[in-house]
């Protein structure tokens, strides 16, 4: 099995955050001011996904999903709360269910428990936008993630945001995530999740329908579900976001959060 990629920051002896980003960033790949904020009251664990190691010396090939979640937990400490973005959300949902004692909760950001339409799920990206894409990242994948960014941040004011993010991108995304966000489904991960959840999406979101927030309170009523302005990069540019995730930690975590 290959080497996980990941890196410690903010207090050793306090709560852990796994912090799981979306596909195609380096793991650093956070909004400004969120690891410090963060890491002045928690532990936070910053992983990389498959092949987008940002250290020379780690040598991250791909691998199919179960070998990593196993890799994963064997380095997150019990009682963490795990945050994903998109992907990252997906995976956190996985985390959840295959070690339900080691995660106190999960917060996620615009991520679908099921990335690609079926019969049952038509919430969802079209199958076929996700093959065309993957198509076109093996062919030009330069051009494909500059493409990408552009999706990520329609809705939103100016190009800075879009700039932002192509500096975020990893060096060497990993298809296999990719194959991941195709295959992955759940949905009954999600129905019979056990522990607290906060899941966070925006209005303008080209990749997860909107119509897709009232059909998972229908599956999972206990789950807190709030909604901002902007598209599937919503967090990036809205200081507030991080505000409800710190009530969210607040509740869950025994540690004092004090808001600057």
């Known amino acids: 099995m290959s080497q996980l990629g990941y890196q410690w920051q903010g207090l050793d002896t306090a709560p852990c955050i796994v912090l799981l980003n979306g596909w195609g960033y380096r793991r650093l790949a956070w909004p400004v001011g969120w690891l410090q904020r963060l890491g002045r009251f928690y532990r936070l664990l910053l992983v990389d996904l498959p092949a987008s190691s940002s250290d020379s010396h780690t040598l991250c090939m791909e691998q199919d999903l179960s070998s990593w979640i196993k890799a994963l ?25 295959q070690s339900p004692h080691k995660i106190a909760g999960l917060v ?69 995530g990719l194959n991941w966000l195709q295959q992955l489904d759940l949905r009954l991960v999600w129905r019979d999740l056990s522990v607290p959840c906060l899941a966070l999406y925006g209005t303008g979101d080209t990749l997860i329908p909107a119509e897709v ?28 976001v991080l505000e409800q995730i710190q009530a969210f930690l607040h509740h869950i975590l025994p540690v004092h959060i004090a808001y600057d």
């Open 108 to 176: 996620l950001l615009a991520s679908n428990i099921k990335f690609v339409q079926c019969s049952e799920w038509p919430w969802a990206l079209p199958a076929a936008d996700l093959n065309h894409f993957r198509q076109a990242f093996q062919c030009a994948p330069n051009q494909t993630l500059r493409r990408f960014c552009t999706l990520q941040t329609q809705g939103e004011q100016g190009r800075s945001l879009f700039r932002l993010l192509l500096t975020q991108l990893s060096a060497k995304p990993s298809i296999a």
């Open 73 to 97: 937990l064997q380095v997150i400490p019990s009682q963490s709360v795990v945050l994903g973005w998109s992907l990252g959300g997906m995976l956190a949902l996985q985390l959840a269910q």
């Open 213 to 240: 927030q009232p059909q998972l309170t229908l599956l999972q009523p206990k789950a807190r579900i709030c909604v901002f302005q902007g598209g599937h990069a919503f967090f990036w540019s809205r200081a507030h």
